[in-house]
């Protein structure tokens, strides 16, 4: 069973048309969520850290939201320079005690002009 | 500019042969790490080092080895006991690993011919 799932793998928007990519995990011990953007053929850059439900986050077009077993992305508005591969990752702790971070597979998104 | 840089880029390699990858951060972060990326699937940890001349394998250590004599160098060697080693390759730190808000190299992509 996959920890961090993303949602959906792909969406195409046109410019302007608002929109949101989920991130649903399934593990306990939550130590902070983090959402990354990432350009073909780049490595991944850091978004926003949420650390407890009802937390939100926002930058630019971007707003980030946490509940108790998901977090949103929304992207109002958005430019074709927002089109990337926007991934999740979720810190939390295995029952080894140790502190894990796990990666969603991402959602690639298109902002058509 | 502080960053983290790898090299090279793309590399080819044949079947039976050893390869490093080379990965320098001048952030001074403690700890660094290699994930490997492949389409469809989350980042995966191979290695991470929380501090010189110590390191701690990842979900996916098999098949690869790494160093830390230095706090700014953490290169990895995909051996040629990895079975499927073509990739893309990320070098990333942070100032600690109790955190998941990682700084990313611009990755190095594996071919194996």
């Known amino acids: 069973e996959d920890q961090v799932t993303q949602s959906p793998e792909a969406l195409r928007l046109q410019e302007g048309e608002s929109s949101s990519l989920n991130c649903s995990y399934t593990v306990s011990g939550l130590r902070g969520l983090f959402w990354y953007r990432q350009d073909p053929g780049k490595g991944p850059e850091f978004l926003f850290t949420?650390?407890?439900a009802g937390e939100e986050k926002e930058k630019e077009r971007l707003k980030a939201t946490l509940t108790k077993k998901e977090s949103f992305l929304h992207i109002t508005a958005p430019k074709p320079e927002d089109s990337a591969t926007y991934l999740c990752?979720?810190?939390?702790?295995?029952?080894?005690?140790?502190?894990?971070?796990?990666f969603g597979s991402g959602t690639r998104l298109q902002v058509q002009p | 500019d502080g960053g983290i840089t790898q090299s090279p880029k793309y590399l080819f390699r044949k079947e039976g042969q050893n390869v490093t990858l080379s990965c320098e951060q001048n952030l001074n972060h403690d700890a660094m790490y290699w994930y490997r990326q492949d389409p469809g699937q989350g980042l995966r940890l191979i290695y991470y080092s929380q501090i010189v001349n110590d390191f701690q394998k990842g979900d996916i250590a098999e098949g690869y080895s790494v160093s830390r004599e230095k706090k700014e160098s953490f290169p990895l060697t995909v051996t040629s006991a990895q079975k499927n080693p073509t990739a893309f390759y990320l070098c990333a730190s942070s100032p600690g690993t109790d955190t998941g808000e990682l700084f990313f190299g611009e990755g190095s992509r594996l071919t194996v011919l």
């Open positions: 949420l650390y407890s």
């Open positions: 990752a979720v810190k939390w702790v295995q029952d080894t005690g140790r502190r894990a971070l796990t």
